[in-house]
């Protein structure tokens, strides 16, 4: 049982170029999101599933987009990097409890 | 709107002391708080949670403290050690299984 894993861990990205993060729960929650830290700051919610197939907006959403094809994965995608993009971004999966466990993070930074 | 807030962004301690990290909220609907703990370079770890219908819930070294009447929340760790060295995030439920986190407060245990 690896819970939630992320990949990758670390990337860095030229200004426009694009990528997907990919986040996978073998827990077989239904619930699953994306985070993203900056320096100082608490998590911020940027989109989140609440089943395969379905995703919703965040509180930070613009410049991102996911998707949701199999229950246990879940991506981002940023289709033109800008710096203010550059943070840490963490994938989360909900039990029916509504406890949230973490991946351990995808450190990116775009130039 | 609801938000999550720390009082201390740092907290200093003798190993050996009890530690006690708090957090207040503003949405008086909320009924679900859990507090994670952070190392570095790792994802959130979820170390306790509480319900509303409860004022005090105890774990292993760790009890949280609800106050609804003031909307305040704390989390105490009973013989603080160095493991437990490590940034505290306090995050509320929002109702709609989506978490708001607190900025987070820094606990630094000295030997």
């Known amino acids: 049982n690896a819970g939630v894993t992320q990949t990758p861990k670390f990337r860095v990205l030229k200004t426009g170029q694009s990528m997907t993060l990919l986040c996978a729960q073998d827990?077989?929650?239904?619930?699953m999101y994306w985070y993203r830290q900056d320096p100082g700051m608490g998590l911020r919610l940027i989109h989140y599933s609440v089943g395969e197939g379905t995703t919703a907006k965040g509180e930070v959403p613009d410049g991102y987009n996911v998707s949701r094809l199999k229950k246990q994965n879940f991506l981002l995608g940023l289709e033109s990097a800008a710096p203010s993009q550059t943070s840490v971004y963490f994938c989360a999966s909900m039990d029916p409890g509504n406890t949230q466990y973490f991946g351990p993070g995808t450190r990116l930074t775009v130039l | 709107g609801e938000s999550v807030g720390l009082h201390l962004p740092t907290l200093s301690v003798q190993e050996g002391d009890n530690s006690i990290i708090n957090c207040a909220y503003s949405?008086?609907?909320?009924?679900?708080f859990i507090w994670y703990k952070q190392e570095s370079g790792k994802g959130p770890q979820f170390i306790i949670d509480i319900r509303s219908n409860m004022d005090k819930r105890q774990g292993q070294r760790v009890t949280v403290l609800l106050n609804k009447t003031v909307k305040h929340l704390s989390l105490q760790i009973a013989a603080t050690q160095p493991g437990d060295s490590a940034v505290y995030f306090c995050a509320e439920n929002t109702g709609f299984q989506k978490l708001v986190f607190g900025t987070g407060t820094r606990l630094l245990v000295s030997p």
């Open positions: 827990m077989n929650h239904e619930y």
């Open positions: 949405n008086s609907a909320s009924d679900y």
